[in-house]
């Protein structure tokens, strides 16, 4: 037997914490069960005149540690929707001390915790699809245990979970209202609009997550929709009709999206042509159960973008705005309008150039069929609630989680290759190739188009990549 002198440099297997390419993967799992569990307290206290509820809490704590983590690498790189995430927020703040003064500061600093916290947190916890992949069922499973407290609400109006903590703690607003004969569901939310919403965030994701199980995605379809409609909002009915039809489209046609982008820019101009109301009033009136309230949140959208070009910069803060003496509520049923009412257009475009910048970095992402699959319902999901957030406002909890929702999707092209880095004096090919494949990107992407990676399975982690030979 001859014993080498020579050092190994073959590449050894990552250590377990390292494969999501910053916090240990157990720690990113406790971290992501505990925000949800946040989400879903709908408990209060009042700490130097701000309400801090649970997830605040969470965020108040996380948000410099997880800002610090990505900047030093460790939730992957820093790219421009980090950036202007991040000025979107200072505007924010600046808006807010400019009109309310020093006095609101701490009010202005949770804002930006709530919108850049959210943020990070789906940046720094999902570094994987396993993490994806966990997050919708945690998600799905919060929906199953809410399900029998959903349901007594819906027939009887008690909310039981509130009614339960409203002994020890200050517990969020009870909306009460009914439609159909049936009372409208908040669940652990401070309105039924902002429960129905969250639901419908699973919809596409159902499809993909668990593609070729149908008997799964039924089930968990049957629940993600029974949970939307116990709110009786439209909105959020709207978002899960619009993920549906985009699912179809999706399998009808094979993905070809520029094609429905082009029939809808079409259909767009048509309307606008053909019709005396624009398409976005049309939008708004059909997205309601109510046609008096479509009539007024139509009112809504003309005084307010009327108020925004009247106070272009920083908007108008807080304070009311002008309207009507009959429009006697304040109410702005549109994230995207009161954004730019309140914090002026630099805040909203700034808002939406990281959201666009993050959408095209994982459009253009170079993915294998697993990471594609995800990818998809990811996008659709998205996008159902982008076009929701037209008609309705979102705040406090749902806030946090549709910005940790937009963070997470960076995981699709910031995350780490799957095997450690050799040394570059000459590893043998297979730990080379080893290095190259990544659960999330394509063959081609690592440059042999020869090569075929096992399938991204339980079975098969991240530090196997590479070892078995797809030649």
Not at 76 to 100: C, E, K, N, Q, T
Not at 365 to 380: F, H, K, P, S, V
Request: charged share 15%.
């Amino acid at each position: 037997m001859t014993i080498s002198s020579q050092p190994d440099t073959r590449a050894a297997p990552p250590a377990p914490q390292a494969q999501g390419g910053g916090l240990p993967e157990v720690w990113r799992r406790r971290l992501l069960a505990m925000f949800l569990l946040t989400l879903l307290l709908p408990i209060q206290l009042e700490v130097a005149s701000l309400r801090l509820s649970p997830y605040r809490f969470y965020l108040l704590l996380a948000t410099i540690p997880f800002a610090l983590a990505l900047v030093t690498g460790r939730g992957g790189r820093v790219v421009p929707a980090d950036w202007a995430m991040f000025l979107a927020v200072v505007w924010i703040f600046l808006s807010l001390v400019y009109h309310h003064g020093t006095a609101n500061i701490p009010y202005a600093g949770i804002t930006g915790v709530e919108l850049f916290g959210g943020y990070l947190a789906g940046r720094l916890l999902i570094r994987t699809p396993q993490d994806y992949r966990r997050f919708i069922r945690y998600f799905l499973t919060a929906l199953l245990l809410l399900a029998p407290f959903a349901a007594v609400e819906l027939f009887t109006g008690r909310m039981i979970i509130s009614e339960l903590l409203s002994r020890v703690f200050t517990v969020g607003a009870n909306e009460e209202g009914t439609r159909l004969g049936l009372s409208r569901v908040q669940a652990v939310f401070q309105h039924p609009i902002l429960w129905g919403l969250f639901c419908s965030l699973a919809a596409a994701n159902v499809f993909y997550v668990y593609k070729g199980r149908l008997a799964r995605i039924a089930l968990r379809m049957s629940l993600v929709i029974g949970m939307t409609f116990s709110s009786l909002s439209a909105g959020p009915l709207l978002s899960v009709l619009f993920q549906t039809l985009l699912v179809i489209w999706h399998f009808l046609t094979g993905g070809r999206w520029w094609l429905l982008i082009s029939i809808c820019i079409g259909l767009y101009i048509l309307v606008d042509l053909a019709s005396n109301r624009t398409p976005v009033t049309i939008l708004i009136s059909y997205a309601t159960f109510n046609p008096v309230s479509a009539w007024y949140r139509i009112n809504i959208w003309e005084y307010g973008t009327a108020e925004v070009m009247r106070h272009p910069l920083l908007g108008i803060g807080l304070n009311d705005w002008q309207r009507p003496a009959w429009m006697v509520h304040p109410t702005v049923d549109n994230f995207w309008l009161l954004m730019a009412m309140r914090y002026g257009l630099p805040a909203l475009g700034l808002l939406i150039v990281g959201l666009v910048a993050n959408l095209a970095a994982i459009v253009r992402a170079r993915l294998d069929e697993a990471g594609r699959t995800l990818r998809n319902g990811y996008l659709i999901a998205l996008a159902g609630v982008m076009l929701t957030l037209g008609t309705v406002h979102i705040w406090d909890a749902l806030l946090a989680a549709i910005m940790f929702y937009i963070g997470a999707g960076a995981f699709f092209y910031t995350a780490p290759e799957p095997a450690a880095k050799v040394d570059q004096t000459g590893p043998p090919p297979a730990s080379r190739r080893g290095a190259e494949d990544s659960p999330t990107r394509s063959p081609e992407a690592a440059g042999d188009p020869r090569r075929r990676p096992l399938p991204y399975t339980r079975a098969h982690p991240p530090q196997q990549y590479g070892k078995t030979s797809g030649r």
